[in-house]
């Protein structure tokens, strides 16, 4: 068990790493004019794409291996509080991708400011996470 909950953890770090990372750039991106500089964008973000989904389904797949190793888990408190919060990561997740295909076929309509604010949106969302796991208040 304690091998899936490590690369668990390894699959977290890199996912919440481009989860971060992503609408920073995309905020970049929309404050960008230049043709090098948006074909640059472009790349980068589809590359970091591919990296936190490769994280993201690290995390899914031994997040569910963990469960299915301990199914006694599902009814703890914190757990059931938690999963729907990771439902809504990946939501976010499927998001990104939308905005990345806005970007890459040029028809991105949101301001600098915004993506600012949805850089900012998933921060609560990993708190809570990291609170339930570690804490496990319920």
Known sequence: MLWLKAIHVFGVITW???LFY???????????????SL????VMERRL?????????????????MLIGAPGYLSLGWLRVKLPL???VVLYHGYC???????AAQ??????????GFNEAITPVALA??????????
Do not use: C, E
Request: glycine residues 6%; positive net charge; hydrophobic residues 55%.
């Open 16 to 18: 919440f790493a481009g």
């Open 22 to 36: 992503l609408p920073r750039l995309y905020m970049y991106h929309a404050a960008a004019h230049d043709t090098i």
């Open 39 to 42: 074909q640059r964008f472009v």
């Open 49 to 65: 794409f591919i990296m936190m989904t490769l994280g993201g389904t690290l995390t899914l797949v031994f997040g569910i291996a």
């Open 86 to 88: 990771v439902l809504l």
């Open 97 to 103: 991708y939308k905005l990345l295909r806005d970007f």
């Open 107 to 116: 028809r991105n309509t949101r301001s600098v400011n915004w993506f600012r």
């Open 129 to 138: 996470i990291v609170i339930l796991a570690v804490v496990k208040p319920f």
